[in-house]
């Protein structure tokens, strides 16, 4: 199991929403040292373009080729994906995997990148067990089971974020094992030990660390130390 800390991005500043609520932001400095002190325990991170997931385009990119030229970290990148020219900018500044999730659901349009990147992530958002998009803004009807249903032919791997746990420092939420034997990494309340080894019980195969590590919850040697690595 991986741990991936995480740097959430507005207007060039490492931050943390409440529940994903832009009016409740917390800003913690800047994201190139924040990552440089990621460096010595882990080889890849996790990013998201807070700004782009709300205006529908990434809007950091700069910022993260920053940290990718700066630190050699390996970059997972969400935010505001939604567009075959966004896709197609950030593999070419190094990302390793870009994370899509509103627009996941245009399968046409999710076969297409599929064929032409390796590596793209779907992020399954959920609020009461159903996907919601565009910022976490806007709520569909399709439950988390019935979309890893709709997209697992497409893609192997899957972060499963629990929005109402997400900048809570509460614990993960409740959850069963749905999936097969895809890559399935978790986000959203994780603040302890605890939480990692109910994680890994479960089978997901990472987890994704951000407010904790910022509020000194736990610390990262602590996460890793826990699962040997």
């Known amino acids: 199991m991986r741990i ?5 991005l507005m207007n060039g500043k490492a931050v943390r929403l409440y529940k994903g609520r832009k009016e409740s932001v917390k800003v913690y400095g800047d994201p190139v040292e924040m990552a440089r002190g990621f460096v010595k325990l882990v080889d890849k991170i996790h990013i998201v373009d807070l700004d782009g997931a709300f205006e529908g385009k990434p809007q950091n990119l700069d910022v993260v080729r920053r940290i990718i030229e ?17 896709i197609a900018k950030a593999y070419s500044i190094g990302v390793e995997n870009v994370i899509i999730g509103t627009k996941a659901f245009d399968l046409k349009f999710l076969e297409k990148i599929t ?9 399954l958002d959920a609020r009461g067990g159903r996907i919601v998009v565009k910022g976490w803004e806007e709520e569909s009807s399709i439950t988390v089971e019935e979309a890893y249903g709709m997209l697992k032919k497409y893609v192997n791997r899957f972060i499963y974020t629990a929005i109402e746990k997400d900048g809570t420092l509460t614990g993960i939420e409740k959850i069963e ?24 019980e479960i089978g997901f195969s990472g987890a994704i660390v951000g407010k904790a590590l910022y509020e000194g919850k736990v610390t990262l040697e602590e996460l890793l130390n826990v699962l040997g690595d």
């Open 70 to 86: 700066e630190t050699g970290l390996k970059v997972q990148m969400g935010g505001g994906f939604r567009d075959y020219e966004s």
């Open 115 to 123: 064929r032409d990147f390796e590596g793209i992530t779907v992020s």
């Open 177 to 200: 094992r749905f999936w097969d034997r895809e890559e399935f990494i978790y986000a959203g309340g994780v603040s302890s030990v605890e939480d990692i080894l109910k994680l890994k």
């Open 4 to 8: 991936y800390p995480a740097i959430d």
